[in-house]
T-cell receptor
Framework: EAQVTQNPRYLITVTGKKLTVTCSQN?????MSWYRQDPGLGLRQIYY???????DKGDVPEGYKVSRKEKRNFPLILESPSPNQTSLYFC?????????????FGEGSRLTVL | AQKITQTQPGMFVQEKEAVTLDCTYD???????LFWYKQPSSGEMIFLIY??????QNATEGRYSLNFQKARKSANLVISASQLGDSAMYFC??????????????FGQGTILTVHP
C-alpha cells in the first residue's frame, strides 16, 4: 500500500529537549516536505527536499532542521523545542514536477511543548 | 506569491442538501493547480479533487465538484447530497504547476463543515 508514515503520532515534551519526528514514504517520490497546521492559519510549509541531499527552507523554517540522506526518509528535527512549536505536523511527498502536484500526506504528528 | 483565501470559518448544512465552500486565490502564474482536501476529526488529510488552470471543464469526483471561475479567481467546492460523514475541515490549496515552488502547496485557512441530520 502506498503511504507516508510518520512517527510519533503524539508527543508531549518539554522546552529544550531535542526531538525528531520521522517520515518515510514507499512511493519512490523525489519530493518530500514538512508542514505545520495551526488554527486559523491552515498548513504552512516548513522545509522541503527535491531529492537526496537537497533541502531548502519553506515559509516557516525557524527552529527546525531536516536531512535527506535516503530517498524514502525525511526526518524533522527540533533541536531546542519551544512552546510556539506546539502544533500538528504533516510530512508529505509527491512525484513533482511530473504530476499535478497532489501531495500525499502522512497521518500527522501532534506535538505539545510544555 | 500565491495566496488562498477561505472566508467561511464554519458552515452548516442539512443532510442530503448541497453545500458550497468558497475559495478564492491570487497568483500571477499562468499555470497552476487547485486542490481540495478534507480533514476529518481524526486528523488525516484526504485528497478530494484537482483542477488545472488550463482545464476547460470543471472537475468532478463523485459527489464533489469544483466550480472553477478563472476570471474571478475562485475555486469553490460543491458537495452534493451531504452526508453525516462529510462533517470535517476542508482546505483549499494551490500549486505552482509551472513555476519554481517545486511541489509546494499553498493552503487556505480552512472551513469547518457540520452536517446536521
Amino acid at each position: 500500500e502506498a503511504q507516508v508514515t510518520q512517527n510519533p503520532r503524539y508527543l508531549i515534551t518539554v522546552t529544550g529537549k531535542k526531538l525528531t519526528v520521522t517520515c518515510s514514504q514507499n512511493m519512490n517520490h523525489e519530493y518530500m516536505s514538512w508542514y505545520r497546521q495551526d488554527p486559523g492559519l491552515g498548513l504552512r510549509q516548513i522545509y522541503y527536499s527535491m531529492n537526496v541531499e537537497v533541502t531548502d527552507k519553506g515559509d516557516v523554517p525557524e527552529g527546525y532542521k531536516v536531512s535527506r540522506k535516503e530517498k524514502r526518509n525525511f526526518p524533522l528535527i527540533l533541536e531546542s523545542p519551544s512552546p510556539n512549536q506546539t502544533s500538528l505536523y504533516f510530512c508529505a511527498s509527491n512525484g513533482a514536477p511530473f504530476n499535478t502536484g497532489e501531495l500525499f500526506f502522512g497521518e500527522g504528528s501532534r506535538l505539545t511543548v510544555l | 506569491a500565491q495566496k488562498i483565501t477561505q472566508t467561511q470559518p464554519g458552515m452548516f448544512v442539512q443532510e442530503k442538501e448541497a453545500v458550497t465552500l468558497d475559495c478564492t486565490y491570487d497568483t500571477s502564474d499562468p499555470s497552476y493547480g487547485l486542490f481540495w482536501y478534507k480533514q476529518p476529526s481524526s486528523g488525516e488529510m484526504i485528497f478530494l479533487i484537482y483542477q488545472g488552470s488550463y482545464d476547460q471543464q470543471n472537475a468532478t469526483e463523485g459527489r464533489y465538484s469544483l466550480n472553477f471561475q478563472k476570471a474571478r479567481k475562485s475555486a469553490n467546492l460543491v458537495i452534493s447530497a451531504s452526508q453525516l460523514g462529510d462533517s470535517a475541515m476542508y482546505f483549499c490549496a494551490m500549486s505552482d504547476a509551472g513555476g519554481t515552488s517545486y511541489g509546494k502547496l499553498t493552503f487556505g485557512q480552512g472551513t469547518i463543515l457540520t452536517v446536521h441530520p
